[in-house]
């Protein structure tokens, strides 16, 4: 731990503590104090627990009034307190509090008292009189701001100690220190030290009442030593107010003030330290107990700029050994963006034992949105349940359906027909370990971790001959390709489906092509505008042919409000998706959400509630809805985009285009005949395209 | 409001503290026995409620051995039979015979005789910030029968106006509480008693409410000061109806001041323009001030300030604060004007 060499003068053990308390002629609350125990007489009584309580009452105000002249009362925002909605739980606005840290005005408060838009905070010293305390510089990985006033009132002096973390003990009382109550006289809340470590190693807990009124205060120790600042802090989520539902709970955070004083000179410079990212995806979802086996690498990512890559087992980082993704929590979390860790992995090597290397990550604060990248295979239709059964050795593989028109595959000589049988992905050294690829979304997994533009040698089986090619990989384009190879289905053997489930009060109409279970279907779900219950006959009219020869199961649901989509009809198509799943294959790779008017904004919000499993949205006469947020792709969670027909408001749709672009989704055209009704039959060949890898 | 109301509590109280340090018995009681002691003066009072989120209990606390019981003010109370029930098992009909609508306190009357009491201090100096308490109250009815109602330990968080609501409702009673630093908004908590570690009564649980500033969930209790005057009062007939909260709004443009049209719900105080001649102009302020505090108090809205300048009594003198390039201005107008016609 380095401490810089100004703090020093803090760490003066709180003799001023003792001398109130004796001048103060309460000889008995000494008697509680951590006093080197040569110093105990011996022989002393032991107090009962009455004389015990009114001691240690003594001694909490002792400390109280140690720390007092270091807390000041940070006002309530104004212009962003106003914009937030104060919701039951969690409050959102309040008097706060702020803790003095240097004689030249550096106060710490938190974000909750100065959210991320406001540059500048009311505050409130001692005596009464205001300030004005510019923000300087913000922890966002702790939500503690600094504030820096012109100048401190006399009498309001930074803390005279503080506890550094090694000698902080669980079950010791700890005493919480805010002004948001009163100005003029500090609040008191008591309680003990509940916990060293939470928040992924960020603070420590009390069961101490802690609120808005005191966020921003420290958390001292019986002595007035300063433990931490008060803040609301949860250990797994983020965002401006999280953690304040937990106010006067008896789980209450302090960010312990030895990091908050490390990074000190930082803020001061004017710095915002945001939490710092690796860049990569574990195999598990459960960030507990999960082996931290490496999924996902992201592109342009810390992680990828070092040549990790999915399949990696993290077994060490920075010297701690790794056994479960909490680990490389515990010691990544506390980091910032621009700190170095250092990781221990383990790489599969084939048949041999797995080869050990070592890689220094600079963490990020953020990470470029996620564009997809492809080499322009299409890989002939597989069902989620194939593809976990494919056989292994000579006959695994996918197999290419097509090759995009002119895109990376088809340009170095990639031909339907070809088996890929496994992917190399070279790592920035050029040399590297070829995966086996057994299924359409290996072949995805392995392709989408490298950077657009750099390449990937693909091992290819063409008539019992392997041959290899290197393929450079483009991002996922949005268009639709022309020359879309389609079946010579029988449009009569296409037929209405009555999809029913327990749940749903009427059954959600399909059109869906005849078929085994070797043959799995795209799907499509269209909303047209709402009107109620669909006519069967009509939508199977409409939709036989490009169903019949895309391969499409489409799916038309009803409004159950005639005038308007709700978000329970969402909910039927999830369960009529289920139905058709249970009596069809599906091929996960090619599920598309469109619509058109009320039905095409619908089916945005559609998507997002049906999750990353829908690989394209098409909107037609639609704009996406005011209150949809776009959250930046990732792998895993990214869709192409299409717009066509006309909207009254071009410059919305314009707008619409730019957001989703920058946050990484491939956004094309869909072209649509006015007055044609459906684009049945585009709409078709793009969820077939959709499978491009 | 002014800081020396605000000192004078705390002196005093510090100065008790030395005083009893002084007068320091051989031997304090243990908690338990100072809980048991205490808490056979505290009431279970069951009456009317038990729909749409209204609980039909709450606590109370005798405080004269011939069975006067004070507790809050509460629809528990709108009920014919009212039953209060001791700590030994004792069932008692209570019969309310008044109330403080200001303070929220009401005296209940069982008909009893050497009835364990707490004795209300009238004369009890407020205690300081820190100072160690327990509350004693029968929180979500779980003491049933003659089991003792429980108890909880903390400490005075604070010494602050009250100024609370519970959805529509606001707390008439504007004056000192309590804030306490443990969980007392339960169910069934009001009306409990709030006792110092020497067993003597020094409140009154207060109600279910939240803080206007900031919307949280209170844990106060009314100080046993004001607990003996609302009872007092309500002994002698003298409790009154509240004052109805001053809720007279001042459009600074009187004083020359016209701030931002208010568009948001809580819009900030900047000032769009300051008229000529006006005696904001003669002060200073200028436009794109922001206003923070008009006479000391925060200002954090445009209503605020109305509110604050409402407050204040024709001819007072106002001091407003504003936030202009990073730095406090403090500016004074002269004195408050009579309302100038509508705002």
């Known amino acids: ?693 | 409001m002014t800081s020396h109301s605000r000192r004078a509590p705390r002196h005093a109280a510090w100065l008790a503290v030395l005083l009893l340090s002084a007068a320091l018995p051989a031997r304090a009681a243990t908690p338990g026995e100072t809980i048991a002691g205490a808490a056979r003066s505290v009431v279970k009072i069951y009456g009317a409620g038990g729909v749409s989120g209204l609980e039909a209990y709450q606590t109370g606390v005798l405080v004269n051995p011939t069975g006067h019981v004070v507790t809050v003010l509460s629809t528990v109370l709108d009920s014919d039979i009212i039953d209060c029930v001791l700590d030994d098992g004792r069932r008692f009909a209570g019969r309310l015979i008044g109330a403080d609508p200001r303070r929220e306190v009401a005296v209940l009357a069982l008909e009893g005789e050497e009835l364990p009491a707490l004795p209300l201090a009238a004369d009890h100096p407020r205690l300081a910030p820190g100072t160690r308490v327990l509350a004693l109250s029968n929180l979500f009815g779980v003491a049933v029968g003659d089991e003792r109602v429980s108890a909880q330990h903390g400490v005075v968080a604070a010494v602050v106006p009250l100024d609370a609501r519970r959805g529509a409702y606001e707390a008439p009673y504007r004056g000192a509480v309590y804030i306490l630093d443990c969980t007392t908004n339960n169910p069934g908590s009001p009306g409990g008693a709030l006792i110092d570690w020497r067993g003597r009564l020094v409140g009154l649980l207060g109600k279910e409410l939240r803080a206007n500033a900031s919307g949280v969930w209170l844990n106060y209790a009314l100080p046993v000061d004001e607990v003996a005057k609302a009872y007092d009062d309500i002994i002698a007939g003298r409790a009154t109806a509240p004052a109805a909260v001053s809720t007279e709004r001042f459009d600074p443009a009187a004083l020359g001041v016209i701030l931002l049209p208010d568009l948001l719900d809580k819009t900030p105080p900047f000032i769009e323009t300051v008229r000529t001649g006006s005696p904001a102009a003669a002060a200073g302020l200028r436009a794109d001030d922001l206003l923070v505090a008009v006479n000391g108090r925060a200002v954090p809205s445009r209503m605020a300030v109305q509110q604050a300048l409402g407050a204040l009594a024709v001819g007072d003198p106002v001091r407003v604060s504003v936030v202009r390039d990073g730095a406090i201005v403090d500016c004074d107008l002269g004195p408050r004007p009579a309302a100038a016609g509508a705002p």
């Not at chain 1, 020093?8 to 002629?25: D, E, K, N, T, Y």
């Not at chain 1, 270091?70 to 039951?88: I, K």
């Not at chain 1, 593809?387 to 002119?406: H, I, K, L, S, Y």
């Open chain 1, 1 to 693: 731990m380095m401490i810089g060499g100004g703090m020093s003068r803090w760490h003066a053990r709180g003799s001023a503590v003792f001398r109130g308390l004796i001048v103060g002629g309460v000889v008995v609350g000494t008697m509680l104090l951590a006093v080197p125990s040569g110093l105990v007489r011996a022989q002393a009584p032991v107090p009962d627990a009455g004389e015990m309580a009114l001691a240690e009452e003594e001694a909490f105000r002792a400390a109280v009034t140690a720390v007092a002249p270091a807390v000041v009362r940070v006002e309530p925002g104004t212009a962003t307190a106003a914009l937030n909605t104060r919701t039951e739980a969690a409050p959102s606005t309040g008097p706060s509090t702020g803790l003095v840290l240097t004689a030249d005005g550096s106060i710490a408060t938190t974000s909750f008292a100065v959210p991320a838009d406001v540059t500048e905070a009311v505050v409130v010293f001692p005596d009464g009189s205001r300030g004005v305390g510019r923000v300087v510089g913000r922890d966002d990985a702790r939500g503690i701001v600094l504030l820096q006033v012109a100048a401190l009132p006399a009498g309001v002096v930074p803390p005279a100690a503080w506890v550094p973390r090694t000698e902080l003990a669980v079950g010791q009382w700890t005493i919480a220190v805010g002004r948001g109550w009163d100005a003029t006289a500090p609040s008191v809340a008591v309680g003990i030290l509940s916990a060293l470590h939470r928040s992924w190693g960020r603070s420590v807990q009390t069961d101490a009442a802690v609120s808005p009124s005191n966020y921003g205060g420290p958390l001292v120790d019986i002595r007035g030593r300063v433990i931490g600042i008060l803040a609301p802090l949860p250990a797994d989520t983020a965002g401006m107010n999280a953690g304040t539902e937990l106010y006067d709970s008896g789980i209450g955070f302090a960010v312990p003030l030895e990091d908050i004083l490390r990074v000190l000179p930082r803020l001061q410079a004017g710095e915002t330290l945001k939490p710092g990212i690796i860049g990569i995806g574990y195999r598990s979802r459960d960030p507990v107990n999960a082996s931290p086996v490496v999924a996902v690498c992201r592109a342009g990512s810390p992680a990828a700029r070092v040549g990790m890559r999915a399949g990696d087992r993290i077994v060490s980082a920075n010297g701690r050994p790794v056994a479960r993704v909490a680990d490389i929590r515990h010691v990544v979390a506390p980091l910032y963006a621009g700190d170095t860790v250092t990781l221990g992995l383990e790489r599969p090597a084939g048949d041999q034992s797995p080869r050990a290397l070592t890689v220094t990550v600079e963490l990020a604060a953020t990470l470029p949105p996620w564009r997809r990248p492809v080499v322009g295979i299409v890989p002939v239709r597989a069902g989620a349940a194939e593809a976990a059964a494919a056989p292994a050795g000579d006959a695994g593989g996918v197999t290419v359906g097509w090759v995009w028109p002119a895109g990376p595959a088809a340009r170095v000589g990639v031909l339907p027909g070809d088996v890929v049988v496994s992917a190399l992905v070279a790592e920035a050294d050029g040399v590297g370990d070829a995966q086996a690829i057994d299924s359409a979304a290996a072949l995805g997994g392995a392709i989408g971790s490298v950077e657009p533009g750099r390449r990937v040698r693909l091992t290819v089986r063409r008539n019992g001959q392997l041959r290899d090619f290197d393929v450079e990989t483009a991002v996922a384009p949005a268009e639709i390709p022309a020359d879309v190879p389609v079946g010579d289905a029988d449009p009569a053997a296409v037929r209405v489906m009555r999809l029913e489930a327990a749940e749903l009060a009427e059954p959600v109409l399909a059109i869906v092509p005849d078929g085994g279970t070797q043959d799995p279907l795209g799907v499509l779900v269209w909303f047209d505008q709402p009107r109620g219950a669909v006519d069967g006959e009509a939508a199977l009219r409409t939709w036989r042919l490009a169903a019949a020869r895309h391969r499409v199961a489409v799916l038309v649901p009803g409004s159950s409000d005639p005038q308007r989509w709700g978000r329970e009809d969402i909910a039927t198509v999830a369960r009529g998706l289920d139905a058709l799943r249970a009596r069809r294959a599906l091929d996960p790779g090619r599920i598309a959400v469109a619509g058109s008017g009320a039905g095409g904004a619908f089916a945005w919000l559609a998507a997002e509630r049906l999750g990353p499993g829908v690989r394209g949205v098409a909107l037609v006469d639609a704009v996406i809805p005011r209150q949809a947020t776009i959250e930046s792709a990732e792998p895993g969670r990214s869709r192409a985009v299409l717009f066509g027909g006309t909207v009254p408001d071009p410059t919305l749709r314009e707008a619409d285009r730019q957001r989703l672009s920058s946050a990484g989704y491939p956004v094309g055209t869909l072209p649509v005949t006015e007055g044609a009704g459906p684009p049945v039959e585009v709409l078709c060949t793009w969820v077939e395209a959709l499978g491009v890898l």
